[in-house]
């Protein structure tokens, strides 16, 4: 019934978010009749910006942030431990931490280009930055801590969506300036933001796992079984119809 439910409510979001580039075209053309003015539809279309991030966001706090997985009947034949389980702690860890410090640094580099002109943002030398990704994945190593981590990258990802929302409404070109230049191979920012986040899910969906409850303290994990992956495959559907709305928005 669980399932069902979830699913059902799946369904329902990913049908608002096919039919709402639709709406925010009309909205669009509306606001082309008054451009030099402020107007009640050109309020709405620029607050539209929002909508897509803030449901991105509800959806991954209630879904894919508090994980539980099946510790029950452990078969010795399907355990992680040892030099392996090392291996994919270290790796996990380290690219959940480089991808939240790298993302929260894009958020402040489009702050400081697009709405504080006058102050220069230093990028930070490799030993400076090395130093932030220990101390996120110190954080992320405490449950507490995790959680608000997740929740800080969910606002960093409104944020970063409605910055690249205005960028898209006022024409403004990103250059070598901004610091998400650095992706611009795929030619479209909105899907940098969304690659970035769900990268970010998978590393955080796979810490959850290594970490859930005691085991790093017993220094063993079991081989996911089918239903523990159920969260992922549900993560792939709904980012895949967000990369949809994004691609019919653009």
């Known amino acids: 019934m669980i399932i069902k439910n979830n699913t059902t409510k799946l369904l329902v979001t990913l ?36 909508i897509c ?3 991105v966001s509800l959806n991954s706090l209630k879904n894919y942030t508090y994980y539980s997985f099946n510790k029950n009947s452990i078969d010795s034949k399907n355990l992680i431990k040892g030099k392996g389980l090392l291996f994919l702690v270290a790796i996990n860890l380290i690219f959940l931490s480089y991808f939240i410090a790298d993302y929260i640094y894009i958020n402040f580099d489009l702050i400081f280009n697009l709405f504080l002109e006058g102050f220069d943002l230093t990028k930070p030398d490799i030993f400076q930055f090395s ?15 995790r959680l608000l981590l997740k929740k800080l990258i969910l606002v960093n990802f409104i944020l970063i969506s409605f910055y690249l929302w205005h960028l898209q409404i006022n024409n403004i070109n990103v250059d070598d300036q901004f610091y998400i230049y650095r992706y611009f191979g795929l030619n ?54 967000i990369i949809i709305y994004y691609s019919i928005l653009t």
């Open 15 to 50: 049908s608002f978010l096919l039919i709402l580039p639709i709406v925010q075209k009309q909205w669009f053309n509306l606001y082309l009749f008054n451009i030099n003015n402020i107007t009640f539809y050109s309020i709405i279309y620029y607050l539209s910006g929002t």
């Open 53 to 55: 991030p803030s449901l």
């Open 131 to 145: 130093l932030f990704i220990f101390f996120i994945s110190i954080l992320s190593i405490f449950k507490k801590s």
């Open 188 to 241: 479209d920012l909105n899907l940098i933001n969304i690659f970035i986040l769900i990268a970010i899910e998978i590393s955080y969906f796979t810490w959850s796992f290594l970490s859930y409850k005691t085991n790093l303290s017993d220094w063993i994990v079991r081989i996911p079984q089918k239903r523990d992956v159920f969260p992922l495959l549900n993560m792939f559907i709904f980012y895949f119809f």
